[in-house]
Structures are given as C-alpha cells and as structure tokens.
C-alpha cells in the first residue's frame, strides 16, 4: 500500500484523512529502517555463510577484525531495534489520537479514517519488523559466542602446550640436579687429597 500513490490518484483523500501527512512521513521512515536492517542482515548473512570464503570458522575467527566486524553489527542492530520500538510508541500515539478525534467529530464532517487504518497496518509491518531485527540480533550473538568459545578452545590447547613443556624442562632440571649432586661428591671426595698433594 503507497500512500503517496494513493493522494495521487485521489487528491480528495489527503484533506479527508487528517493523519495522511503522517502516514505519509511514517511509511518513508519504516521503509528506510527496513532498508538499514536488510543491508545489516547482509553482513550477518556473510559471517553465517562461514565469512562469505567457504574456509572453516576456525580460521576466519583469529583474524584481528572478525571479532570487531561482530561487535559493531551487533551495535548496529541494537540501535536500529531501539529506533524501532521509539517508532512503534510513536505509531501507537498516532493510533490513539486518531481514534480519540474520530470518536469526538461529528460524522457529519465526512472525514475518512483510511489514515488511521494505514497507521496500523504501520505499526503491525514494523512490529513484524522489530522481531526480524531481534532475530538478527541473537544470531549476532551467537556467532559471537562461538568466536568467544572457539577462542577460548584455542587457548587451552596452548596452556595445555605449554604445561607439557613446563614439565620436560622440569624432568630435565631434575636430571641436571642429579649430575650437579654427582660432580659435588665427586669434588668432595678428591679435593682434600688434591689439596694434601699439593702442600
């Protein structure tokens, strides 16, 4: 439903529908946040699709910037749920008022409630909207728990590394010990002799 096409090909309709202007200006703005939520959808859609490279998470998550890609989507989605639901309390004021002015003026002034009508079905499309977005946002997350998970995987296996290291040069410094204990006795045994010799 256009609006604008309509007051178009029925000029009548904007002086008899008092919320048309409105209607007008809110469907220009529900088309644009839906134009911001599907081009963001595109970049979740890329990171879902394993970084659009069709190589293994595994290596798409230790590049420096694939953490940061997530974060700023993630941002990204947040704010434009935030200026959904704004717009959908402004939608929902709208309504009312539409319907508090229909119910005081007299029938017989003949005004239309089309304009009322296409608030509505506004509001409805972006409350389908609003859920499409939260829907984005908790496969953000996801991915970003993944990222975290995948991560922290990763890390183990290094301390893991790392203690089976610690514990070959621990079984070596133990048998440097024993060869520095050995060569002290050994010192200690033919030492005063050598000393005796000697004077």
């Known amino acids: 439903m256009n609006i604008l096409r309509q007051a178009q090909e029925d000029p009548g309709t904007l002086g008899s ?4 202007v409105d209607a007008i ?16 959808r595109e970049h979740l859609l ?3 699709d394993n970084g659009g490279q069709g190589i293994p998470l595994r290596s798409i998550i230790h590049q420096s910037h694939a953490t940061e890609n997530m974060y700023g989507l993630s941002r990204t989605f947040e704010v ?6 704004d717009f959908d309390e402004r939608l929902t004021f709208l309504i009312d008022h539409g319907k508090r002015c229909s119910a005081m003026t007299p029938a017989t002034l003949g005004l239309s409630e089309s304009g009322t009508e296409t608030l509505v079905y506004l509001r409805s499309r972006n409350r389908m909207w609003t859920r499409w977005v939260q829907n984005y ?3 953000t997350h996801l ?16 301390n893991l ?14 048998r440097d010990s024993s060869s520095m204990i050995t060569i002290a006795a050994v010192t200690m045994v033919f030492l005063p002799g050598t000393f005796i010799s000697v004077s």
């Open 17 to 20: 529908c008092p919320y048309t």
């Open 46 to 48: 890329y990171w879902e």
């Open 80 to 85: 434009i749920l935030g200026d959904l639901n």
């Open 137 to 139: 946002r908790e496969r």
């Open 143 to 158: 991915i970003m728990n993944l990222f975290f998970s995948i991560g922290s995987q990763a890390d183990s296996r290094t």
């Open 25 to 40: 200006i809110m469907q220009d703005c529900a088309y644009a946040w839906k134009a911001v939520a599907d081009q963001q």
């Open 161 to 174: 590394e790392i203690a089976d290291l610690t514990s070959k040069i621990a079984v070596d410094a133990q």
